[in-house]
């Protein structure tokens, strides 16, 4: 995964030599990821949009065949943040 990140930089470094974010490697692997913080006691919500290039799925480790789908799946699935993790 480290070659292909180092790949990709370079390439979108080398079609984009005015540093204006833009390349075919970010039309291609790139997006905007958009997470949701919601409170639980009043219900309140915070948006957060994140730029990316590419992203990092979780496989799971037991071997088994693993369908693209059910990594994508598992990465935007919903999290309760426990105590420790609240602010």
Request: charge should be negative.
């Amino acid at each position: 995964m480290e070659f292909m990140t180092f790949l990709l930089e370079r390439l979108h470094e080398d079609l984009n030599p005015l540093q204006q974010n833009n390349s075919i490697v970010v039309d291609i692997f790139g997006g905007l990821e958009e997470s949701q913080l919601t409170c639980s006691p009043c219900g309140g919500t915070s948006v957060t949009s994140t730029p990316y290039k590419f992203l990092s799925l979780e496989v799971p480790p037991n071997g088994d065949a693993v369908s693209l789908m059910s990594c994508l799946d598992s990465y935007i699935k919903e999290e309760k943040l426990g105590e420790e993790e609240k602010w």
